[in-house]
């Protein structure tokens, strides 16, 4: 089972994608719709000479744009905004460039949640499920809508730490580990001939230390000390003996 780090890691990531998902499909619909406005206005004004019933219509037939003074201008200023801030909340979903968020628009940089990026969305799939559109304009802003509100709840749940769990540089760093976790204090050890290794597995260490050096029980020697005796038994059991550096005492007198 998953430990409940990589659990969020991945849950927060899954809604990430869909969110980025969502807003691409919004900002491909949007494109839609100017070109469906567009068309329809241009429709309605070759028409509007022949048939007197168009005058009175209170939304341009095929189309978001009202039937009132400067109602075509407001309808592609609107699909614009849309537009802009669907590629906003792109690339703050994406995390760049997150100095530009951290400085002009903190809400939506890597210090903050995510429940400030829900409400955006939130308001983005309402302003387009406010009017008659197509079914794949329909369709993707209701993903909106509804990523949005669970963008909003996982901002209530995790707050400011959204975003750092489901960050991969952080993840890559917890996984990689800045500074050793343990510590081996294992003594080193060096290549040791086959014909020893074998005698110390075979359990007759004493006995070959015995045969090159005396009887471990011997009163000759009681100890290997640390002479070239003492050298000689410590390689042949696999340790490496270190000579320390040279140094005179603080109080002694320099040579000249």
């Not at 619909?29 to 406005?37: D, G």
């Not at 699909?79 to 951290?102: K, R, T």
């Not at 400085?103 to 890597?110: I, S, Y």
Request: hydrophobic content about 50%; some cysteine.
């Amino acid at each position: 089972m998953l430990p409940p780090r990589a659990l969020f890691f991945y849950g927060l990531n899954a809604v990430r994608f869909l969110s980025i998902i969502s807003l691409i499909l919004v900002f491909a619909s949007t494109i839609t719709v100017i070109v469906h406005n567009v068309k329809a206005f241009n429709a309605f004004k070759a028409n509007l000479g022949n048939d007197s019933d168009l005058e009175d219509c209170d939304y341009i037939e095929g189309s978001t744009i009202p039937n009132q003074a400067a109602g075509v201008f407001w309808a592609v200023v609107s699909s614009l905004l849309i537009i802009f801030q669907a590629i906003v909340l792109i690339l703050s979903e994406v995390g760049w460039p997150s100095v530009f968020f951290e400085r002009f628009f903190p809400v939506l940089g890597p210090g903050f949640g995510l429940g400030a990026l829900g409400i955006f969305q939130c308001l983005i799939g309402a302003q387009i499920l406010s009017h008659h559109v197509d079914n794949f304009t329909l369709a993707s802003a209701f993903l909106l809508f509804s990523i949005g509100c669970l963008n909003m709840l996982v901002g209530l749940i995790f707050r400011e730490s959204a975003k750092e769990k489901r960050s991969i540089s952080a993840w890559r760093s917890d996984a990689k580990g800045i500074l050793p976790t343990s510590r081996d204090n294992r003594p080193v050890f060096v290549n040791a001939s086959p014909s020893f290794v074998a005698s110390t597995f075979a359990g007759d260490e004493k006995a070959q230390l015995a045969s090159a050096f005396g009887s471990f029980r011997s009163t000759d020697k009681a100890s290997f000390g640390f002479g070239r005796q003492g050298e000689k038994a410590a390689g042949l059991r696999g340790f490496i003996l270190q000579r320390p550096d040279e140094a005179l005492p603080r109080y002694a007198t320099p040579s000249p």
